[in-house]
């Protein structure tokens, strides 16, 4: 991920910021504070990008933004991984509530959308452009009148109560979908925050992504260590292989190309 901007937070984020020394291991590690030679640069402009499942009729438009600091403006591994996966299994989806959390162009919940879910929420964090951006998505794939998908800002553990409501009106959702999301290490307990919030006893929650910097896969795998001690169990789900996202990045091109995907479920919502 070395040719992107570096990844600040902008001055008015609301981003959890790292507390404790050990919040910051691993970051100084990385790139991420480089200034790339790019980043002075003109905003590049927003893009569609068509993804398609071979053989088939079913076509889902993506418009994605030129440039965003928190990259959400890719079209990730993960998300085409969990794509093909659903229109694979479709009853995964069909007739489920969904919600994705960290969507940027939200391809898996906007397949899921075409794929017979009852309800989608797809969810960013609330930058005007990246939320303007799925709300075209939406429009784009189904037109002005849809109402069984829709869009909502959300910063991972921030004002659950107000976005998803709250007693009797809460929300939960059968399905959850984290795609690509393991790299922002500092927010991952308020990832499972939303997770927590969001989860009735039966939600199936998909983690897909990749280690696109190798060399912290500890640090990327630590979600799933704090979702376990928060009572998620952790299931592996499947591998799959991909082209790189960025060919010339460093690290082991193996590790850099494979999705994997693990299921995790809530163990600590009783029925009660
Ligand atoms: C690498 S992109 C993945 C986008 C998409 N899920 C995919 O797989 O194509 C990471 C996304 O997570 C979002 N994100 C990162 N930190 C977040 C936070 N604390 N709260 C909400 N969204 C966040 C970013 O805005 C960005 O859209």
Same mark, same amino acid.
């Given at each position: ?11 008015? %984020?609301?981003?959890?910021? &790292? ?7 691993? /970051?100084?590690?990385?790139d ?6 790019? $980043? ?7 893009? !569609? ?19 965003? !600091?928190?990259?959400?403006?890719? =079209? ?10 659903f ?5 995964? +989806? ?7 959390l960290g &969507?940027?162009?939200?391809?898996? %919940? ?6 017979? &879910?009852? #309800? /989608?929420v ?13 709300? #075209?998505?939406v ?19 921030? #004002? ?14 059968? /399905? !959850?979908?984290?795609?690509?999301? =393991?790299?922002?290490? +500092?927010?991952?307990h308020? =990832? ?5 919030y =969001? ?5 199936? +929650?998909?983690? %897909? ?7 912290? +896969? ?8 704090? &979702? ?5 169990? /952790?299931?592996? $789900?499947?591998? #799959? ?12 091109v ?9 299921i ?9």
């Amino acid at each position: 991920m070395s040719q992107h901007p570096p990844q600040q937070q902008p001055e008015n %984020s609301k981003l959890p910021v &790292a507390q404790t020394e050990e919040d910051y291991s691993g /970051v100084f590690e990385s790139d991420m504070f480089q200034v790339d030679e790019n $980043y002075f640069r003109k905003p590049r402009p927003a893009r !569609i990008e068509v993804f398609n499942i071979e053989q088939s009729d079913f076509e889902v438009k993506v418009r994605l933004l030129g440039d965003h !600091i928190l990259w959400g403006n890719y =079209l990730w591994n993960a998300s085409k991984c969990l794509s093909q996966h659903f229109y694979e299994n479709q009853h995964l +989806i069909k007739d489920k509530t969904v919600v994705e959390l960290g &969507a940027a162009g939200g391809l898996p %919940s906007l397949t899921c959308g075409k794929l017979g &879910a009852k #309800k /989608v929420v797809i969810t960013d964090i609330g930058h005007e452009d990246l939320i303007d951006n799925l709300k #075209k998505n939406v429009e784009l794939n189904f037109g002005e009148n849809c109402t069984h998908v829709e869009v909502r800002p959300h910063a991972w553990g921030e #004002k659950l109560e107000e976005t998803f409501g709250v007693g009797e009106k809460k929300e939960t959702f059968d /399905v !959850i979908i984290l795609s690509d999301l =393991l790299f922002n290490h +500092i927010c991952h307990h308020q =990832l499972l925050d939303s997770c927590e919030y =969001l989860s009735h006893p039966n939600t199936i +929650i998909y983690v %897909s992504y990749t280690h696109h910097r190798p060399w912290l +896969i500890k640090e990327d795998l630590k979600l799933f260590k704090l &979702a376990k001690e928060r009572n998620f169990s /952790v299931e592996h $789900y499947f591998d #799959k292989k991909y082209p790189p996202m960025f060919e010339n990045d460093p690290g082991d091109v193996e590790e850099r190309s494979t999705v994997h995907v693990q299921i995790m479920r809530p163990r600590h919502i009783s029925l009660n």
